[in-house]
Protein backbone atom coordinates (compact mmCIF):
# COMPACT_ATOMS: atom_id res chain seq x y z
CA UNK A 1 0.00 0.00 0.00
CA UNK A 2 2.76 2.46 0.72
CA UNK A 3 4.85 1.56 -2.07
CA UNK A 4 1.86 2.80 -4.47
CA UNK A 5 1.48 5.84 -2.50
CA UNK A 6 5.37 6.51 -3.17
CA UNK A 7 4.69 5.93 -6.98
CA UNK A 8 1.90 8.19 -7.57
CA UNK A 9 4.26 10.77 -6.06
CA UNK A 10 7.16 10.05 -8.14
CA UNK A 11 6.43 12.99 -10.67
CA UNK A 12 5.98 15.52 -7.50
CA UNK A 13 8.81 15.11 -6.49
CA UNK A 14 11.18 16.39 -9.00
CA UNK A 15 8.58 19.20 -8.79
CA UNK A 16 9.15 19.93 -5.58
CA UNK A 17 12.75 20.29 -6.34
CA UNK A 18 11.95 22.65 -8.63
CA UNK A 19 9.58 25.06 -6.70
CA UNK A 20 6.72 23.85 -9.01
CA UNK A 21 4.18 22.14 -7.01
CA UNK A 22 0.84 24.24 -6.28
CA UNK A 23 0.33 24.52 -2.15
CA UNK A 24 -2.04 21.59 -2.30
CA UNK A 25 0.33 19.12 -4.16
CA UNK A 26 3.27 20.79 -1.98
CA UNK A 27 1.97 19.90 1.75
CA UNK A 28 0.97 16.49 0.28
CA UNK A 29 4.50 15.53 -0.79
CA UNK A 30 5.41 16.94 2.47
CA UNK A 31 3.08 15.08 4.68
CA UNK A 32 4.38 11.59 2.64
CA UNK A 33 7.92 12.42 2.84
CA UNK A 34 7.64 12.79 7.11
CA UNK A 35 6.67 9.22 7.37
CA UNK A 36 9.17 8.06 4.18
CA UNK A 37 12.52 7.86 4.63
CA UNK A 38 13.20 6.11 1.10
CA UNK A 39 11.56 9.03 -0.72
CA UNK A 40 13.50 11.54 1.55
CA UNK A 41 16.08 10.24 0.50
CA UNK A 42 15.46 10.32 -3.01
CA UNK A 43 14.19 14.44 -3.08
CA UNK A 44 17.46 14.73 -1.33
CA UNK A 45 19.51 12.96 -4.60
CA UNK A 46 17.03 15.08 -6.69
CA UNK A 47 18.22 18.21 -5.05
CA UNK A 48 22.05 17.39 -5.50
CA UNK A 49 21.69 16.93 -9.40
CA UNK A 50 19.58 20.03 -9.63
CA UNK A 51 22.55 21.61 -7.98
CA UNK A 52 25.08 19.96 -10.16
CA UNK A 53 23.26 20.99 -12.97
CA UNK A 54 22.88 24.24 -12.48
CA UNK A 55 26.48 24.91 -11.61
CA UNK A 56 27.18 23.38 -15.01
CA UNK A 57 24.77 26.12 -17.15
CA UNK A 58 26.86 28.69 -14.88
CA UNK A 59 30.09 27.55 -16.30
CA UNK A 60 31.70 24.36 -14.64
CA UNK A 61 31.65 21.25 -16.51
CA UNK A 62 29.20 18.20 -15.49
CA UNK A 63 31.51 14.81 -14.40
CA UNK A 64 31.87 12.70 -17.56
CA UNK A 65 29.85 9.80 -16.24
CA UNK A 66 26.96 12.01 -15.17
CA UNK A 67 27.13 13.64 -18.75
CA UNK A 68 27.38 9.98 -20.18
CA UNK A 69 24.31 8.70 -18.12
CA UNK A 70 22.29 11.42 -18.96
CA UNK A 71 22.61 10.76 -22.64
CA UNK A 72 22.17 6.93 -22.26
CA UNK A 73 18.64 7.75 -20.39
CA UNK A 74 17.50 10.45 -22.75
CA UNK A 75 18.76 9.31 -26.01
CA UNK A 76 20.65 10.73 -28.76
CA UNK A 77 18.22 12.50 -29.89
CA UNK A 78 17.27 13.77 -27.14
CA UNK A 79 16.51 17.94 -27.86
CA UNK A 80 14.15 18.62 -24.56
CA UNK A 81 16.37 19.81 -21.43
CA UNK A 82 15.98 16.84 -18.72
CA UNK A 83 14.60 19.26 -16.01
CA UNK A 84 11.68 20.38 -18.12
CA UNK A 85 10.17 16.83 -17.66
CA UNK A 86 7.98 17.03 -14.69
CA UNK A 87 5.87 19.41 -17.06
CA UNK A 88 5.01 16.65 -19.69
CA UNK A 89 2.24 14.21 -18.64
CA UNK A 90 3.49 11.02 -20.39
CA UNK A 91 3.32 7.55 -19.10
CA UNK A 92 5.53 7.11 -16.28
CA UNK A 93 9.30 5.57 -17.08
CA UNK A 94 7.83 6.34 -21.10
CA UNK A 95 11.50 8.92 -22.34
CA UNK A 96 11.92 9.88 -26.03
CA UNK A 97 13.91 7.22 -28.14
CA UNK A 98 14.83 6.99 -31.32
CA UNK A 99 11.64 4.40 -32.56
CA UNK A 100 9.14 7.04 -30.86
CA UNK A 101 10.26 9.65 -32.63
CA UNK A 102 10.65 7.83 -35.78
CA UNK A 103 6.66 6.47 -35.48
CA UNK A 104 5.29 9.75 -34.97
CA UNK A 105 7.31 11.30 -38.30
CA UNK A 106 5.40 8.10 -40.00
CA UNK A 107 2.54 8.64 -38.22
CA UNK A 108 2.25 12.48 -39.61
CA UNK A 109 3.63 11.82 -43.58
CA UNK A 110 0.67 8.93 -43.72
CA UNK A 111 -1.96 11.46 -42.65
CA UNK A 112 -0.60 13.58 -45.50
CA UNK A 113 -0.04 11.15 -47.91
CA UNK A 114 -3.29 10.02 -47.07
CA UNK A 115 -5.02 13.50 -47.50
CA UNK A 116 -3.30 14.36 -50.81
CA UNK A 117 -4.23 11.01 -52.69
CA UNK A 118 -7.71 11.28 -51.28
CA UNK A 119 -8.12 15.13 -52.94
CA UNK A 120 -6.02 13.62 -56.43
CA UNK A 121 -8.22 11.17 -56.20
CA UNK A 122 -11.69 13.42 -56.13
CA UNK A 123 -10.13 15.93 -58.22
CA UNK A 124 -9.76 12.86 -60.80
CA UNK A 125 -13.21 11.08 -60.23
CA UNK A 126 -14.68 14.91 -61.15
CA UNK A 127 -12.45 14.74 -64.19
CA UNK A 128 -13.10 11.67 -65.41
CA UNK A 129 -15.42 11.09 -68.29
CA UNK A 130 -19.00 10.58 -67.47
CA UNK A 131 -19.95 6.96 -67.61
CA UNK A 132 -23.53 7.62 -66.54
CA UNK A 133 -25.54 5.64 -69.24
CA UNK A 134 -29.27 6.29 -69.53
CA UNK A 135 -30.87 4.10 -66.40
CA UNK A 136 -33.42 2.02 -68.40
CA UNK A 137 -36.84 1.05 -66.55
CA UNK A 138 -38.99 -1.68 -67.65
CA UNK A 139 -37.50 -1.48 -71.34
CA UNK A 140 -40.38 -4.37 -72.04
CA UNK A 141 -43.31 -2.13 -71.68
CA UNK A 142 -41.50 0.39 -74.19
CA UNK A 143 -41.04 -2.30 -76.64
CA UNK A 144 -44.44 -3.71 -76.46
CA UNK A 145 -45.14 -0.42 -77.30
CA UNK A 146 -43.10 -0.15 -80.27
CA UNK A 147 -44.28 -3.92 -81.31
CA UNK A 148 -47.93 -3.08 -80.89
CA UNK A 149 -47.09 0.50 -82.97
CA UNK A 150 -45.77 -1.78 -86.14
CA UNK A 151 -48.59 -4.60 -86.18
CA UNK A 152 -51.06 -1.48 -86.78
CA UNK A 153 -49.58 -0.98 -90.41
CA UNK A 154 -48.90 -4.92 -91.20
CA UNK A 155 -51.16 -6.63 -92.94
CA UNK A 156 -53.39 -8.89 -91.36
CA UNK A 157 -53.03 -7.46 -88.25
CA UNK A 158 -55.23 -7.38 -85.20
CA UNK A 159 -56.67 -4.32 -83.25
CA UNK A 160 -57.86 -6.97 -80.10
CA UNK A 161 -54.06 -8.51 -80.53
CA UNK A 162 -52.44 -5.03 -80.23
CA UNK A 163 -55.23 -3.68 -77.18
CA UNK A 164 -54.37 -6.94 -75.07
CA UNK A 165 -50.18 -6.99 -75.73
CA UNK A 166 -50.21 -3.27 -73.98
CA UNK A 167 -52.96 -4.49 -71.37
CA UNK A 168 -51.99 -5.17 -67.30
CA UNK A 169 -52.48 -8.09 -66.33
CA UNK A 170 -55.56 -6.88 -64.34
CA UNK A 171 -57.38 -6.06 -67.58
CA UNK A 172 -56.96 -9.49 -68.73
CA UNK A 173 -58.28 -12.84 -67.89
CA UNK A 174 -55.95 -14.96 -65.66
CA UNK A 175 -54.22 -17.88 -67.56
CA UNK A 176 -56.49 -20.88 -67.59
CA UNK A 177 -56.78 -23.58 -68.94
CA UNK A 178 -58.11 -24.48 -72.34
CA UNK A 179 -61.34 -25.97 -70.66
CA UNK A 180 -61.88 -22.45 -69.02
CA UNK A 181 -61.28 -20.18 -71.75
CA UNK A 182 -64.08 -21.05 -73.98
CA UNK A 183 -66.49 -21.00 -70.86
CA UNK A 184 -65.11 -17.64 -70.15
CA UNK A 185 -64.98 -16.27 -73.48
CA UNK A 186 -68.41 -17.26 -74.35
CA UNK A 187 -70.11 -15.42 -71.20
CA UNK A 188 -70.71 -11.86 -72.63
CA UNK A 189 -71.18 -12.80 -75.90
CA UNK A 190 -74.27 -11.13 -78.14
CA UNK A 191 -77.21 -12.87 -78.17
CA UNK A 192 -77.89 -15.47 -80.91
CA UNK A 193 -73.90 -16.58 -80.64
CA UNK A 194 -73.10 -19.95 -80.53
CA UNK A 195 -71.57 -21.29 -77.19
CA UNK A 196 -68.19 -22.33 -79.01
CA UNK A 197 -66.82 -19.07 -80.82
CA UNK A 198 -64.20 -21.11 -83.12
CA UNK A 199 -65.10 -21.25 -87.10
CA UNK A 200 -67.21 -24.10 -88.09
CA UNK A 201 -65.41 -26.68 -90.55
CA UNK A 202 -65.11 -25.39 -94.54
CA UNK A 203 -66.67 -27.74 -96.91
CA UNK A 204 -66.79 -26.48 -99.70
CA UNK A 205 -64.35 -26.03 -102.73
CA UNK A 206 -60.78 -26.82 -102.60
CA UNK A 207 -58.63 -23.43 -103.14
CA UNK A 208 -55.51 -23.57 -105.14
CA UNK A 209 -52.26 -21.33 -104.28
CA UNK A 210 -53.27 -18.33 -106.29
CA UNK A 211 -56.88 -18.15 -105.20
CA UNK A 212 -56.16 -18.60 -101.87
CA UNK A 213 -53.70 -15.63 -101.66
CA UNK A 214 -56.25 -13.54 -103.61
CA UNK A 215 -58.48 -14.80 -100.80
CA UNK A 216 -56.05 -13.07 -98.18
CA UNK A 217 -55.62 -9.94 -100.67
CA UNK A 218 -59.23 -8.99 -100.25
CA UNK A 219 -58.40 -8.95 -96.27
CA UNK A 220 -55.52 -6.41 -96.85
CA UNK A 221 -57.37 -4.12 -98.83
CA UNK A 222 -60.88 -4.48 -96.74
CA UNK A 223 -59.99 -1.09 -94.88
CA UNK A 224 -62.81 1.56 -95.43
CA UNK A 225 -65.74 -0.98 -94.01
CA UNK A 226 -67.22 0.25 -90.95
CA UNK A 227 -67.96 -2.94 -88.59
CA UNK A 228 -68.29 -3.70 -84.63
CA UNK A 229 -68.17 -6.50 -82.59
CA UNK A 230 -66.46 -8.60 -79.98
CA UNK A 231 -63.66 -11.05 -80.30
CA UNK A 232 -61.98 -13.37 -77.93
CA UNK A 233 -58.65 -14.33 -78.12
CA UNK A 234 -56.46 -17.39 -76.86
CA UNK A 235 -53.12 -17.94 -76.26
CA UNK A 236 -51.32 -21.09 -74.83
CA UNK A 237 -48.77 -19.78 -72.56
CA UNK A 238 -46.42 -22.55 -70.96
CA UNK A 239 -48.90 -25.07 -69.57
CA UNK A 240 -51.60 -22.64 -69.51
CA UNK A 241 -53.40 -20.49 -71.92
CA UNK A 242 -53.65 -16.33 -71.99
CA UNK A 243 -57.36 -15.58 -72.45
CA UNK A 244 -58.92 -12.27 -73.52
CA UNK A 245 -62.27 -10.60 -74.85
CA UNK A 246 -62.30 -7.77 -76.89
CA UNK A 247 -65.45 -5.33 -78.28
CA UNK A 248 -64.04 -3.63 -81.12
CA UNK A 249 -65.32 -0.89 -83.29
CA UNK A 250 -64.05 0.34 -86.42
CA UNK A 251 -64.56 3.76 -88.46
CA UNK A 252 -62.94 4.51 -91.24
CA UNK A 253 -60.35 7.16 -91.66
CA UNK A 254 -60.10 7.43 -88.07
CA UNK A 255 -59.43 3.79 -86.51
CA UNK A 256 -60.56 1.38 -83.54
CA UNK A 257 -61.94 1.83 -80.35
CA UNK A 258 -61.12 -1.70 -78.48
CA UNK A 259 -62.33 -2.08 -74.74
CA UNK A 260 -61.01 -4.78 -72.99
CA UNK A 261 -64.05 -6.64 -71.35
CA UNK A 262 -64.23 -8.50 -67.94
CA UNK A 263 -65.30 -12.20 -67.71
CA UNK A 264 -69.05 -11.04 -67.18
CA UNK A 265 -68.83 -8.68 -70.21
CA UNK A 266 -67.98 -5.03 -68.16
CA UNK A 267 -65.68 -2.45 -69.81
CA UNK A 268 -62.67 -2.88 -68.00
CA UNK A 269 -60.09 -0.54 -70.33
CA UNK A 270 -60.91 1.32 -73.44
CA UNK A 271 -57.70 2.55 -75.82
CA UNK A 272 -57.55 3.97 -79.68
CA UNK A 273 -56.03 2.14 -82.54
CA UNK A 274 -55.25 5.41 -85.09
CA UNK A 275 -55.76 3.76 -88.44
CA UNK A 276 -52.28 3.68 -90.10
CA UNK A 277 -51.35 7.03 -92.46
CA UNK A 278 -50.02 4.91 -95.16
CA UNK A 279 -52.38 2.44 -96.69
CA UNK A 280 -51.74 -1.46 -95.82
CA UNK A 281 -51.65 -2.05 -100.18
CA UNK A 282 -47.62 -0.80 -99.06
CA UNK A 283 -47.02 -3.61 -97.40
CA UNK A 284 -47.94 -6.11 -100.31
CA UNK A 285 -44.17 -7.29 -99.49
CA UNK A 286 -45.14 -9.19 -96.78
CA UNK A 287 -47.64 -11.49 -98.48
CA UNK A 288 -44.95 -11.90 -100.72
CA UNK A 289 -43.10 -13.13 -98.23
CA UNK A 290 -45.70 -15.31 -97.12
CA UNK A 291 -45.72 -17.23 -100.68
CA UNK A 292 -42.11 -17.62 -100.71
CA UNK A 293 -42.46 -19.28 -97.40
CA UNK A 294 -45.17 -20.84 -97.63
CA UNK A 295 -47.71 -23.56 -99.91
CA UNK A 296 -50.96 -21.80 -99.74
CA UNK A 297 -54.59 -23.53 -99.47
CA UNK A 298 -57.84 -23.79 -98.55
CA UNK A 299 -61.42 -24.28 -98.90
CA UNK A 300 -64.86 -22.30 -98.95
CA UNK A 301 -68.05 -23.12 -97.14
CA UNK A 302 -66.77 -22.16 -93.28
CA UNK A 303 -68.88 -20.04 -91.14
CA UNK A 304 -67.62 -17.30 -88.57
CA UNK A 305 -69.92 -15.71 -86.03
CA UNK A 306 -73.18 -16.68 -88.43
CA UNK A 307 -71.48 -15.55 -91.40
CA UNK A 308 -70.03 -17.80 -94.43
CA UNK A 309 -66.31 -17.56 -94.77
CA UNK A 310 -63.46 -19.22 -96.90
CA UNK A 311 -60.65 -20.69 -94.82
CA UNK A 312 -56.91 -19.93 -96.47
CA UNK A 313 -54.28 -21.66 -94.90
CA UNK A 314 -50.59 -21.72 -95.03
CA UNK A 315 -48.08 -24.87 -94.99
CA UNK A 316 -44.67 -24.93 -94.45
CA UNK A 317 -42.81 -26.65 -96.71
CA UNK A 318 -41.34 -30.14 -96.75
CA UNK A 319 -37.69 -29.13 -95.06
CA UNK A 320 -40.23 -27.66 -92.28
CA UNK A 321 -42.01 -30.67 -91.62
CA UNK A 322 -45.01 -29.72 -93.99
CA UNK A 323 -46.98 -28.76 -91.31
CA UNK A 324 -49.72 -26.28 -91.01
CA UNK A 325 -48.49 -22.82 -89.93
CA UNK A 326 -51.88 -20.72 -89.90
CA UNK A 327 -55.11 -20.39 -90.99
CA UNK A 328 -57.28 -17.69 -91.90
CA UNK A 329 -61.06 -16.97 -92.02
CA UNK A 330 -62.50 -14.47 -94.51
CA UNK A 331 -65.89 -12.65 -94.69
CA UNK A 332 -66.92 -13.92 -98.46
CA UNK A 333 -69.47 -10.80 -98.55
CA UNK A 334 -66.78 -8.11 -97.18
CA UNK A 335 -63.06 -9.58 -97.20
CA UNK A 336 -62.96 -8.71 -93.09
CA UNK A 337 -60.79 -11.34 -91.36
CA UNK A 338 -63.02 -12.76 -89.36
CA UNK A 339 -61.06 -15.15 -87.13
CA UNK A 340 -56.95 -16.07 -87.09
CA UNK A 341 -55.14 -19.43 -85.70
CA UNK A 342 -51.26 -19.76 -85.95
CA UNK A 343 -49.52 -22.45 -85.12
CA UNK A 344 -45.50 -23.97 -84.11
CA UNK A 345 -43.94 -26.43 -86.07
CA UNK A 346 -45.42 -29.52 -84.23
CA UNK A 347 -48.69 -27.95 -84.93
CA UNK A 348 -49.55 -26.56 -81.60
CA UNK A 349 -52.03 -23.54 -81.55
CA UNK A 350 -49.98 -20.62 -80.65
CA UNK A 351 -52.36 -18.02 -81.23
CA UNK A 352 -56.19 -17.90 -81.98
CA UNK A 353 -58.33 -14.51 -82.21
CA UNK A 354 -61.51 -14.09 -83.97
CA UNK A 355 -65.26 -12.25 -83.89
CA UNK A 356 -67.67 -13.91 -81.66
CA UNK A 357 -70.14 -11.87 -82.77
CA UNK A 358 -70.00 -8.96 -85.68
CA UNK A 359 -71.95 -6.11 -87.16
CA UNK A 360 -71.32 -4.72 -90.12
CA UNK A 361 -72.32 -0.69 -90.94
CA UNK A 362 -72.09 2.69 -89.94
CA UNK A 363 -70.66 2.86 -86.13
CA UNK A 364 -69.45 6.84 -86.49
CA UNK A 365 -71.84 7.58 -83.61
CA UNK A 366 -70.74 4.89 -81.32
CA UNK A 367 -67.38 6.63 -80.89
CA UNK A 368 -66.41 9.59 -83.19
CA UNK A 369 -67.07 12.45 -80.50
CA UNK A 370 -65.19 10.67 -77.61
CA UNK A 371 -62.49 8.79 -78.79
CA UNK A 372 -60.34 7.02 -75.65
CA UNK A 373 -57.02 7.50 -75.32
CA UNK A 374 -54.61 6.68 -77.86
CA UNK A 375 -53.34 2.70 -77.92
CA UNK A 376 -49.03 3.68 -77.91
CA UNK A 377 -46.85 6.43 -78.18
CA UNK A 378 -43.70 4.56 -79.98
CA UNK A 379 -40.82 6.00 -79.40
CA UNK A 380 -38.76 5.58 -82.59
CA UNK A 381 -40.55 8.21 -84.77
CA UNK A 382 -37.52 7.90 -87.68
CA UNK A 383 -38.73 4.98 -90.41
CA UNK A 384 -35.40 4.11 -91.67
CA UNK A 385 -35.24 2.21 -95.05
CA UNK A 386 -33.69 -1.22 -94.69
CA UNK A 387 -30.31 -0.09 -96.59
CA UNK A 388 -29.20 1.58 -93.50
CA UNK A 389 -29.07 -1.91 -91.64
CA UNK A 390 -25.30 -2.05 -92.84
CA UNK A 391 -24.39 1.28 -91.71
CA UNK A 392 -25.85 0.66 -88.15
CA UNK A 393 -23.98 -2.26 -87.75
CA UNK A 394 -20.75 -0.54 -87.96
CA UNK A 395 -21.97 1.69 -85.86
CA UNK A 396 -22.34 -1.24 -82.92
CA UNK A 397 -26.03 -1.82 -83.44
CA UNK A 398 -26.99 -5.16 -83.79
CA UNK A 399 -28.96 -4.64 -87.56
CA UNK A 400 -28.94 -8.58 -89.40
CA UNK A 401 -30.89 -9.15 -92.71
CA UNK A 402 -32.45 -12.03 -91.17
CA UNK A 403 -33.20 -13.67 -87.62
CA UNK A 404 -34.40 -17.23 -86.72
CA UNK A 405 -35.73 -17.70 -90.50
CA UNK A 406 -37.57 -13.93 -90.72
CA UNK A 407 -36.64 -11.53 -93.07
CA UNK A 408 -36.06 -8.07 -91.95
CA UNK A 409 -39.12 -6.00 -92.93
CA UNK A 410 -39.45 -2.82 -90.95
CA UNK A 411 -36.30 -0.21 -89.84
CA UNK A 412 -36.97 2.75 -86.86
CA UNK A 413 -34.92 4.82 -84.59
CA UNK A 414 -35.36 7.58 -82.73
CA UNK A 415 -32.87 9.78 -84.58
CA UNK A 416 -32.14 9.34 -88.54
CA UNK A 417 -28.79 10.91 -87.45
CA UNK A 418 -27.32 9.54 -84.16
CA UNK A 419 -29.95 7.40 -82.90
CA UNK A 420 -30.21 5.72 -78.81
CA UNK A 421 -32.59 3.43 -80.21
CA UNK A 422 -33.43 1.32 -82.49
CA UNK A 423 -35.64 -0.94 -83.25
CA UNK A 424 -36.48 -3.74 -86.27
CA UNK A 425 -38.98 -5.50 -87.23
CA UNK A 426 -38.74 -9.37 -88.82
CA UNK A 427 -41.41 -11.59 -90.24
CA UNK A 428 -41.83 -14.08 -92.62
CA UNK A 429 -46.01 -12.80 -92.69
CA UNK A 430 -47.29 -15.06 -90.26
CA UNK A 431 -45.12 -14.73 -87.15
CA UNK A 432 -43.09 -11.56 -86.53
CA UNK A 433 -40.22 -10.73 -84.09
CA UNK A 434 -39.59 -7.44 -82.42
CA UNK A 435 -35.93 -6.48 -81.58
CA UNK A 436 -35.66 -3.66 -79.69
CA UNK A 437 -32.31 -1.95 -78.91
CA UNK A 438 -31.60 0.44 -76.58
CA UNK A 439 -27.97 2.57 -75.29
CA UNK A 440 -28.42 2.49 -71.63
CA UNK A 441 -28.07 0.18 -68.31
CA UNK A 442 -31.08 -2.26 -67.50
CA UNK A 443 -31.98 -0.80 -63.95
CA UNK A 444 -35.88 -2.39 -63.60
CA UNK A 445 -36.92 -5.06 -65.90
CA UNK A 446 -40.35 -4.58 -64.69
CA UNK A 447 -42.53 -6.49 -61.88
CA UNK A 448 -43.66 -9.07 -63.89
CA UNK A 449 -40.90 -10.08 -65.09
CA UNK A 450 -39.44 -13.18 -64.74
CA UNK A 451 -35.45 -14.35 -64.82
CA UNK A 452 -34.88 -17.24 -67.30
CA UNK A 453 -31.34 -19.06 -66.21
CA UNK A 454 -31.57 -20.86 -69.24
CA UNK A 455 -32.45 -17.74 -71.94
CA UNK A 456 -30.20 -15.59 -69.71
CA UNK A 457 -33.37 -12.84 -70.18
CA UNK A 458 -35.83 -11.58 -68.01
CA UNK A 459 -38.73 -12.69 -69.88
CA UNK A 460 -42.77 -11.72 -69.41
CA UNK A 461 -46.01 -13.62 -71.36
CA UNK A 462 -49.67 -12.57 -72.73
CA UNK A 463 -51.02 -11.58 -75.66
CA UNK A 464 -47.13 -11.94 -76.80
CA UNK A 465 -43.80 -13.21 -75.56
CA UNK A 466 -40.86 -10.86 -74.70
CA UNK A 467 -37.39 -11.04 -72.76
CA UNK A 468 -35.09 -8.40 -72.08
CA UNK A 469 -31.50 -8.75 -71.09
CA UNK A 470 -28.57 -6.08 -70.96
CA UNK A 471 -25.58 -7.01 -73.34
CA UNK A 472 -22.49 -4.47 -73.25
CA UNK A 473 -23.63 -0.93 -73.31
CA UNK A 474 -27.04 -1.68 -74.93
CA UNK A 475 -30.40 -3.34 -73.41
CA UNK A 476 -32.08 -5.76 -75.66
CA UNK A 477 -35.83 -6.67 -75.93
CA UNK A 478 -37.28 -9.46 -78.33
CA UNK A 479 -40.96 -9.02 -78.31
CA UNK A 480 -43.25 -12.12 -80.66
CA UNK A 481 -46.60 -13.01 -81.35
CA UNK A 482 -45.08 -16.51 -82.73
CA UNK A 483 -44.44 -19.79 -80.41
CA UNK A 484 -42.05 -19.81 -77.51
CA UNK A 485 -39.04 -21.73 -79.57
CA UNK A 486 -38.95 -19.06 -81.96
CA UNK A 487 -38.48 -16.23 -78.97
CA UNK A 488 -35.96 -18.70 -77.49
CA UNK A 489 -34.00 -19.27 -81.26
CA UNK A 490 -33.79 -14.85 -81.61
CA UNK A 491 -32.27 -14.86 -78.58
CA UNK A 492 -29.93 -17.41 -79.20
CA UNK A 493 -28.64 -15.73 -82.36
CA UNK A 494 -28.63 -12.11 -80.66
CA UNK A 495 -25.33 -10.39 -79.02
CA UNK A 496 -24.89 -11.07 -74.84
CA UNK A 497 -21.35 -9.20 -74.36
CA UNK A 498 -20.51 -9.03 -70.62
CA UNK A 499 -21.44 -5.72 -68.37
CA UNK A 500 -18.29 -4.35 -68.01
CA UNK A 501 -18.56 -1.17 -66.06
CA UNK A 502 -15.34 0.74 -64.85
CA UNK A 503 -13.50 0.44 -61.41
CA UNK A 504 -12.76 3.47 -59.34
CA UNK A 505 -9.30 3.89 -60.16
CA UNK A 506 -9.83 3.48 -63.66
CA UNK A 507 -11.97 6.38 -63.62
CA UNK A 508 -9.32 8.75 -61.72
CA UNK A 509 -7.37 7.61 -64.54
CA UNK A 510 -8.77 8.80 -67.13
CA UNK A 511 -9.49 11.67 -64.79
CA UNK A 512 -6.00 12.88 -64.34
CA UNK A 513 -5.36 11.70 -68.35
CA UNK A 514 -8.12 14.34 -69.20
CA UNK A 515 -6.44 16.87 -66.62
CA UNK A 516 -2.78 16.48 -68.33
CA UNK A 517 -3.86 16.76 -71.59
CA UNK A 518 -5.81 20.20 -71.02
CA UNK A 519 -2.57 21.17 -68.90
CA UNK A 520 -0.62 19.86 -72.26
CA UNK A 521 -2.36 21.24 -74.90
Not at 93 to 110: M, Y
Not at 167 to 188: C, F, I, L, N, R
Not at 292 to 312: E, I, P, Q
Amino acid sequence: MRRGACQRLEELKSALVDGALTDADRERVLDHLIGCPRCRDEVAELRRIRAMLTSTRRGSAAPSDLSSRLVSIAGAEATAPLWSRPFRRTTPGALPSRHRSLRIRLTTATAVAGSLLAAAGGLGLAASPSDQLPEISDASGRAQAEFVSVLTQLPLASEPVNAAILASASEVTPPASASDVTSSASASLTSGAASDPSPQRARGTRLGSKQALRALRRAVEASNIGYRGIKVMRAPRGGSTFAAEVEVAFEPDQGSQVSILSPVGTTMTQRFVKQPMIPRMMDGELLSLLSRNYLFGGATGARVAGRSATMVEAVRNSLSGGAVAARWWVDDQTGLMLWRETYDHSGALTLAIGYSSIWIGDTSDSFLDHLAPSLTVPVTTATLTLSRAETLSTSGWFCSDEIAGLTLVRLRADSGADPDVVHMVYSDGVSTVSVFEERGRLMDAGSDATWDQHLGAFTRSGASSSATWESGETVFTVVTDGSAALLEQAIDLLPHAPVVRPTTMERIHAGWVRIVDHIVG
